[in-house]
């Protein structure tokens, strides 16, 4: 509930919105049932009505995505990711072409990203997951887990096991001690892929947001000014900067978000496939470019790069800038992340 309540306060500064368009009134709608966060759409509308159903699409649509994206739950009738790892090394799944997409996204991106981010890293991951939750259970008893025991599980983190069959919509994983974890990119590839819906129906002005996984259709007034949208201070969810875009996703990783204590150090939820342990190089990054699900898997990826590698590589991409908090709190900045800084 703690949590749910600083996600609350930290969107309501993330969403500060000013100004009424004309004739239009600003709608705004949560939910929090998806994705294990607090998911927040906003609109400028002519009426409730019209809003209550753009809001209830996005949710229902983000709702198929959650639940075939889910890797610790089943549904009645939905084979997803999960039953994907149950039956890694038995047979193939015949799976929904949503699924698909975003596996194939992901291997695409993973070896554009030299293995940063690494869909297939499920079996290491779970182990943090388990030492994780049992030391946010019991601190007095919180260990780490043993690197035999990691290194052993990094054995079974090959992405080129997952087999993808499209002919036949199936996934299997050849590997049957791999598993996939999908939690540095499904929630916003899912979002990228709910708001390319809304505007092949027509929407052009809307905010969707799950969990800080921002992203903007259109501008704010459908003529061009744009959503102010703010980054987070990792230290303590103050303001670090506001930005201003337009048909654009913001979205950040960080150390802040999942982590527990042992010995009084602080261990975060992104783990560096290179070391198995958390990631040391930065509190933040946050990605700005036009798709969320890869503003959400470069979030993650360029997390596990060393700055002069990820600097060097964002500014390589057009269209995509990035802010780095490093650990003493410095903050640089892509060649061209200024633009999207609101001024005064
Ligand atoms: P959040 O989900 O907290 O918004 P991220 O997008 O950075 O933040 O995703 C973090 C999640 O990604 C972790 O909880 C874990 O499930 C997964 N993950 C952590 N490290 C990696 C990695 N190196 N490669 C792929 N997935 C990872
Ligand atoms: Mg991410």
Redesign the pocket.
Known sequence: MKKIISLLLALSFSLTLSGCRQGKKRYEAQFLQLFDTVTTVVAYMDSKDGFTEFSSMIRDTLNTYHQLYDIYHDYDGVQNIKTINDNAGKRPVKVDNRIIELLKFSKRTYAETGG????A?GAV?KIWHDYREAGIDNPESAVLPEMDELKEAARHTDIDKIIIDEENSTVFLSDPKMSL?V???A??YAVEQTARLAQEKGYDSALISV???VRAIGSKDGKGKPWNIGVQNPDDNSELLMTEISGRSVVT?GIY??YYTVNGREYH?????QTLMPSEYYKAVTIICPDSGMA?YL??AV??MPYEEGLAYINSLSGVEAVWVMRDGEVRYSDNFKQYVKSD
């Open positions: 940063r981010c690494n869909i890293l991951l974890d939690g540095a990119v929630k916003g969990g800080g996984n990783s978000q999942r939820h992104i783990i560096d496939p959400d979030s993650t997390f596990n």
